[in-house]
């Protein structure tokens, strides 16, 4: 299945910005699922300097230096791939829960080191013991692990509203759970917390959605987003799998993966800092055509 | 020695032996058989010369000279955990005790050996975790004790190898002594250890309030050991100049080590900044200085790693330089210690060192730590738990974090402990408590015995370690060693290494260094020391005018006769403190009486009032541009300041109190002056201080001479006499004129009179010449309309000289405006500097988390 991606940030300032350094993280992962034939990325004013790397998650990232005067910024980008079936294994044959939990723990040393960094707390996501008990009925005894990551996601999806006016990027994890409320990022962070809480390995995954529009109508420019879910560690044989607790379902040929984190705060897609510039407005539109649809699907808190 | 020398130290030492016996502690000064040992002798006789008196004599000499220098460390606000922007500083004093520790060079060999050792290792560990993170797939280190640890910095973290060196360019290390005789490091410090500039400045204290002491001896030098540093330092430079320029990162003048960071400035020939003092651009670092921006190529970062890039790694510091990460990734500066360094401070650390050590070094950790074991394993779990007793327990990451003894605490919080310990264990490590040496003090009576842990000093050197041959020692609070924090109060003590081969040794390795290179600094003074220099300034001028005036209106409150002039004179007065926000206008002022006037005028120095708020910025200011003023400049400007500010407070209500501080706060203001006319290399930096003083006196001047012409005709001799008592002119007025007032010889005196150093053309004169001879920059004032002004101000006080009755209200009009006018245009004169000289100096803020 084909995918052609365009995300665009403008950033309009009330007076000029004198220097502006800005880090990326729009750039779409090359993975067996996920094919990138083209990408490009474009500045209006052009970057005095412009520089990529691999972060610590192997994320492309890319930095962006401004050191002439500006008042306005857009950054457009472009990607064009393919997306194939992912192989999801059988929920039921994964390992019991506990198992993946004690190896990731170990005796000290976890048997699987770079699975064992998600399973620790980090900036944005704390553990919540609300939370944990909140999620800990879905954790039966001796149950795969598998089974019981898609039986919270389906929990969450239930029991939470998504509602882009209930929360914003700085609202803490325990106020979106004391609502109930919020958007992809706080139902992934929510699933993150609780699956890090019964010693399991959970990543964030920032990316983008197909949203398919109401039958008969066009797509809209913008109308798709940025999207965030959740990729739970399920041992070795079956790997990281890809869970979206927004949409209640596994990611799949809807789902282009940006970069993966601890957290939101690892994989922001846009950040910069500047230095004059006083007020700024911020537009970000996100257009994602994929050459097939399904169902409806929540997206677009554009963030 | 004399025969009742050697008894007064016999009797010294027997009193010592039996203060110190009953602790199970080893003495650093007597071995067990109750004797003095060899490398304490000298040092004993000149003790016992002394005598408990003269011990205590030199001890306050001691601290008098430190404080002098500044040797301070700031407490935050209590309650607030740190001080506001505008918050008051309180500088504590740093004490030293007058004895110092002594260590003989033969064990002090080991101690060197075991440091450099100990720095190499850390070096190695961090190129690993911080790049390919083998230790962690061989199951060397614990992935939790990295990935879960605030300084593991994944922004930091390099694709390839790192050079050697790279992460450890200095290291201090706690060590303390049990009751065996060995050390054992307590505490490894990378993040950016305190403590080293103090210990030269410790020694300098010493080497003048006991001096006979460091001459019987053979005592190593310390100042070799900065000279290593900073060539280090220099050649880390990314980009091989000549010349590279060094600066040292501090938080601000709000850190309570700031003074340090100023005296280690100092002494490794660095600029003092502060993150909004750099600017990264194009992967190169810059320092905003008053000539335009000036490569950076070596940090000594005194800011912790976390908050030095609020691109990359805390968004919420103020206190980073935004893009430093991606500078150092591109080889553009380097940053000592390297961003990440401090990963090895976690306590749990030690609990694997030794292995560390024979698997990246092939050698045995010669100087070991104090025994840890890492709660995260359950075979370690198990015998902490069976030894809990004998142990305490403290946080595996955190350096500073909690020490928790269980056996010494309440049954409630002791079973709490243990739960907590077994339910995330982890998160814990466990460490052997430990009796750590005792030394003599200063004591009531002579010596007393006081714990001691030991703070020392390693700077990288040509690819080894060099030690500094001396360092810290820490009266810890609490005499547990492993609470030697900086922070945690406590006394200090001097080391002395004594040297068993002469001095030459240490004599030649400082001859043998290349020669420092001659620097040329001016042009070079950093927007932000510049900016700080022109309000303070303008603040002590200030002070200076303001209590000029509030003490010409309190002589005259407190007075017996209350007539017309007085009621005049104060009218006068009211209003200049009005003009200045000084008293709240309350429109008293057109006809006051005495009691309202005065407390109108003790209400303007009471707590909270602007004198206080301006005494509050002239602390702040003098404190954060310390590095700009010489030694002794330093020490007359801390002895001035004293506790002026404290002073507020006491005044009470008590107007003769007051005009006491008012004429101390006056001889400090003429005081600064002069240091600064004498002491000060006439650069731009001494430029902006003087500039401040010129526009704020100019002010002053204004708003003297526009009150004072609205004084009603028949009382203008007396409005005249005051406005040359305010502006400091009474003396030259009379070895002028005598005694005759009129009103054109006054204000040709105050206002136009460009030799009267009080004049308002004296100030345009000196406004003018400063700016011309600034780095010309786009928008830089000139100060020529304030020579039109000036002009316009001239021909009215001609006027004024010839006209009739008719003429003069006429002229008093214009010159009210002129006035006016004036004082507008002093205003804005420093919105336009800022502009022209410090808008690179714009905070910087975040966008994009939204």
């Known amino acids: ?303 | 020695m004399s025969q009742s020398g050697e008894e007064h130290a016999g009797g010294l030492a027997r009193a010592w032996v039996s203060a110190a016996a009953d602790a199970n502690a080893w003495d650093e000064m007597a071995s067990g058989r109750g004797e003095i040992r060899a490398h304490w002798r000298p040092l004993f006789a000149v003790l016992a010369q002394l005598g408990a008196t003269g011990l205590a004599q030199r001890g306050l000499r001691l601290r008098q000279h430190l404080e002098d220098d500044g040797v301070t460390f700031n407490l935050y606000a209590a309650g607030t955990g740190r001080a506001g922007q505008d918050g008051a500083l309180d500088a504590r004093p740093w004490i030293l005790d007058a004895i110092p520790l002594l260590l003989p060079a033969a064990e002090w060999r080991a101690i060197e050996r075991g440091i450099a050792q100990r720095a190499r290792l850390f070096d190695l560990v961090l190129a690993d975790l911080h790049g390919p993170q083998k230790l962690l797939a061989e199951r060397r280190y614990p992935p939790r004790l990295v990935f879960g640890s605030p300084e593991f910095l994944r922004a930091c973290r390099g694709d390839g190898p790192a050079a050697p060196g790279h992460f450890v360019q200095h290291y201090a290390a706690d060590l303390a002594r049990g009751p065996d005789g060995r050390w054992r490091v307590v505490g490894d410090r990378l993040q950016a250890p305190a403590g080293a500039a103090f210990a030269l400045h410790h020694r300098r204290a010493m080497a003048r309030a006991m001096g006979e002491a460091l001459a019987v001896q053979d005592i190593r030098r310390l100042g070799g050991f900065f000279e290593t540093w900073a060539a280090d330092l220099r050649a880390r430079a990314p980009s091989r100049t000549e010349n590279p320029r060094v600066v040292v990162l501090t938080p601000g003048p709000f850190n309570e080590a700031h003074a340090e960071h100023a005296a280690l400035a100092r002494e490794l020939g660095a600029s003092l900044a502060q993150g909004s003092d750099l600017t990264a651009r194009d992967g190169y670092v810059h320092l905003k200085t008053l000539g335009g921006l000036e490569r950076v190529d070596t940090i000594l970062r005194r800011v912790d790693a976390a908050w030095c890039d609020p691109l990359e790694l805390r968004a919420d510091s103020a206190l980073g330089v935004a893009g430093l990460v991606d500078a150092v990734r591109h080889g553009g500066v380097h940053v000592a210690n390297a961003l990440g360094a401090a990963l090895v401070e976690a306590p749990a650390m030690a609990a694997f060192l030794p292995r560390l050590a024979e698997h990246l070094l092939g050698e045995d950790l010669a100087l070991p730590s104090i025994a840890t074991w890492w709660c995260g394993q359950s075979y370690a779990l198990e015998e902490v738990l069976a030894r809990m007793p004998e142990l305490v327990l403290r946080s595996a990451l955190a350096p500073d974090g909690r020490i928790f003894s269980v056996d010494r605490a309440e049954r409630g919080a002791r079973e709490a402990m243990i739960a907590a310990l077994r339910a995330t264990p982890f998160d814990f490590v466990a460490q052997q408590r430990m009796v750590p040496s005792v030394a003599p003090g200063e004591g009531m009576a002579g010596l007393h015995p006081q714990p001691i842990v030991l703070r020392v000093f390693a700077t990288a050197d040509r690819g080894g370690y060099s030690v500094m041959p001396g360092g810290l020692a820490r009266i810890p609070a609490g005499s547990d060693p492993l609470r030697p924090g900086l922070q945690q109060g406590g006394l200090n003590k001097d080391v002395w290494i004594v040297d068993d081969q002469g001095n030459d040794r240490a004599r030649a390795g400082v001859a043998l260094r290349a020669p420092i290179l001659i620097r040329r600094t001016s042009g070079e003074v950093p927007s932000r020391a510049a900016d700080d220099l022109f309000w303070l300034g303008r603040s002590v001028e200030r002070v200076d005018g303001c209590s000029r005036v509030v003490r010409a209106g309190l002589e005259r409150a407190v007075a017996v006769s209350w007539g017309a002039r007085e009621r005049t004179e104060m009218a006068v007065i009211l209003r200049v403190l009005e003009a200045g926000g000084v008293v709240p206008i309350d429109g008293s002022a057109a006809a006051p009486d005495a009691p309202h006037a005065r407390t109108l005028l003790l209400g303007a120095f009471a707590p909270g009032g602007l004198p206080e708020a301006t005494l509050t910025t002239i602390e702040r200011l003098s404190a954060a541009v310390r590095d700009r003023f010489s030694v002794d400049m330093r020490r007359t400007l801390s002895h001035l300041l004293g506790d002026l500010r404290g002073r507020i407070g006491a005044i009470d209500a008590d107007a003769g109190r007051l005009l006491d501080l008012l004429d101390e706060l006056l001889r400090m203001s003429a005081a600064l002056a002069g240091l600064a006319s004498e002491n000060m290399t006439r650069g731009s930096g001494w430029r902006f201080l003087d500039l401040g003083r010129r526009v704020e006196r100019g002010i002053h001047v204004a708003r003297v001479v526009r009150s004072t012409i609205e004084v009603p005709q028949g009382a203008w001799e007396a409005g005249l006499r005051l406005a040359l008592e305010l502006c400091d002119s009474t003396i030259s007025y009379r070895t002028r004129y005598l005694a005759a007032l009129l009103d054109a010889p006054v204000l040709d005196l105050v206002l136009r009179d460009a030799s009267n150093p009080q004049s308002l053309a004296f100030q345009i004169d000196g406004v003018r010449a400063h700016l011309a001879a600034l780095p010309r920059t786009a928008g830089a004032p000139s100060g020529d309309d304030l020579v039109a002004v000036l002009r316009d101000i001239s021909a009215i006080v001609d006027t004024l000289g010839g006209a009739g009755k008719a003429g003069r209200s006429g002229a008093i009009d214009a010159l009210r405006h002129a006035a006016l006018a004036v004082e507008a245009r002093l205003m804005t004169l420093s919105d336009d500097l800022n502009g022209a000289f410090f808008a690179h100096v714009a905070a910087a803020r975040i966008v994009g988390a939204e």
């Open chain 1, 1 to 303: 299945m084909r995918f052609r991606l365009c995300h665009t940030t403008r950033y309009v300032y009330s007076g000029p910005v004198d220097i502006a350094h800005h880090v990326l993280h729009l750039d779409v992962r090359r993975l067996p699922f996920q094919d990138v034939m083209r990408s490009r990325l474009s500045c209006v004013p052009e970057p005095s300097s412009l520089s990529e790397r691999n972060d610590h998650f192997g994320n492309r990232v890319t930095h962006l230096h401004f050191g002439q005067p500006h008042d306005s910024l857009a950054i457009v980008f472009t990607a064009e791939g393919r997306l194939h079936a992912r192989n999801v294994p059988d929920d039921l044959a994964t390992p019991p829960w506990e198992t993946i939990a004690a190896q990731l723990r170990g005796d000290g040393f976890p048997e699987v080191i770079a699975a064992s960094e998600f399973a620790l707390p980090s900036p944005l996501v704390p553990s919540l013991p609300d939370l944990l008990a909140f999620a800990r009925p879905c954790f039966e005894a001796g149950a795969p692990v598998l089974v019981c990551a898609r039986r919270l996601t389906r929990t969450i999806n239930a029991a939470f509203r998504y509602d882009p006016a209930a929360t914003d990027v700085a609202t803490p994890l325990a106020q979106a759970f004391r609502l109930r409320a919020g958007v992809c990022q706080d139902f992934a962070h929510l699933q993150i917390s609780a699956l890090r809480g019964m010693g399991l390995a959970a990543r964030y995954v920032s990316g983008y959605l197909a949203t398919r529009p109401p039958p008969g109508m066009p797509a809209l420019r913008g109308a798709d987003a940025s999207h965030a879910w959740v990729s739970v560690w399920c041992g070795a044989q079956a790997g990281w799998i890809d869970l979206d607790p927004t949409n209640d379902c596994l990611a799949g040929q809807r789902h282009v993966v940006a970069a993966w984190g601890r957290d939101y705060a690892d994989v922001s897609p846009v950040r910069g800092v500047l230095s004059g510039g006083g007020a700024h407005r911020l537009e970000v539109g996100v257009d994602l055509d994929v050459d097939d649809g399904t169902d409806t699907m929540h997206g677009g808190d554009g963030r």
